[in-house]
């Protein structure tokens, strides 16, 4: 009965909901833990994903629901708060935010181990080339790690804690978004500014496309932009009237014309780039017992198909439809 009501009440707000909004149901659902998730990612095709409830790493095959290997347990997977899978599914990393190890995901090796020293990582991101890594802490400073000879290389983009990164597919600019109201892109080569976005309060979430063309920012209060990054205008935002959205995860798709995002607040969402439109709402599985469960991550894993991980520990896959 529980499930015959819930699903009632899904279609029930469907009808209800705006005819141009996309909306649907999970077309999988498969749960990972019975813990709560602190990080998760999924690879780029949704074959594996990755998750960290602060005990243990475990990377999951989607595919047949089951785990590749034995969890990671002890030292290195205690805290563990940033993880993530490379484009090519080649290396997954962890990081408790003062060391971050790097692991081959065929066999599940430990490749090898940088550490923050004094630092406090804040966010990690790895260029879909694998040639390079970048960390972004909370002193303003940001570490660019190049995956060829291990070359650490650090700058100081900001006056306070950045708080989000992102970088492009080859690995060349970095796009750092932090407290000092900012959003900046800058060469990974030598650390030099290209352009600076001014916000009205610290910039809490930031992400660029692969090609670095455009991007997307999100301030604590209320600016939520989309950037032209070669010449540093703003052509658009996200055409919501709600105050202080949060994101943790998104990204740009089909050439650039859609963003997808996901909320701490159950939600996964579609944005038209161009004006900002919401295309698509959906709302992720939650316990009943539990107050709201977070969308930690989100993938286009078809052109049709979306894959996102809460922080109930449920894979999730909602069908999408062409625009």
């Known amino acids: ?27 999988k659902q498969q749960m990972y833990s019975d813990t709560l998730i602190k990080a ?56 408790n935010r003062i060391n971050v190890h790097l692991y081959d995901l065929a066999s599940g090796r430990l490749i090898t181990v940088w550490t923050a020293g004094d630092n406090i990582i804040n966010d990690i991101a790895m260029s879909d080339d694998e040639s390079t890594l970048i960390f972004g802490f909370r002193s303003g400073q940001a570490s660019i790690v190049s995956m060829k000879n291990n070359n650490i290389t650090t700058y100081s983009p900001h006056r ?17 978004g932090s407290s000092d109201k900012t959003a900046v892109l800058w060469q ?12 009205a309060s610290r910039v809490n979430h930031v992400v660029m496309s692969a090609d ?16 032209l990054l070669k010449i540093g205008k703003k052509f658009s935002e996200l055409a919501s ?4 959205i949060e994101f943790n995860d998104s990204l740009f798709t089909h ?43 989100i993938k286009l894993i078809k052109p049709t198909e979306i894959a996102t991980i809460s922080s109930d520990g449920v894979y999730e896959v909602w069908p999408i439809k062409a625009i």
């Open 1 to 27: 009965m529980q499930i015959i009501y819930l699903l009632l009440s899904v279609l029930i707000l469907s009808a209800c909901s705006d005819s141009n909004i996309q909306t649907s149901l999970a077309s």
């Open 40 to 95: 998760a990612d999924i690879s780029d095709d949704g074959h594996y994903s990755l998750i960290s409830d602060n005990q243990q790493v475990c990377l999951w095959d989607n595919q047949t629901n089951t785990k590749k290997y034995n969890c990671l347990q002890g030292l290195e997977a205690q805290l563990i708060e940033l993880l993530g899978i490379s484009k090519t599914k080649r290396y997954f990393y962890t990081s």
């Open 160 to 176: 306070l804690d950045i708080n989000s990164v992102s970088i492009s597919a080859d690995g060349t600019k970095a796009f750092t």
């Open 188 to 199: 990974t080569a030598n650390g030099k500014e290209l352009q600076t976005f001014t916000h």
């Open 212 to 227: 670095a063309k455009v991007a997307f920012t999100l301030d604590a209060i209320k600016d939520r932009s989309f950037w």
């Open 241 to 244: 009237s709600i105050k202080f």
């Open 255 to 297: 050439n650039n014309q859609w963003l997808l995002s996901a909320s701490p607040k159950q939600k996964l969402q579609l944005w038209q780039v161009k004006d900002g439109a919401l295309l698509g709402e959906w709302h992720a599985f939650k316990h009943q017992d539990k107050y709201r469960a977070s969308v930690l991550t």
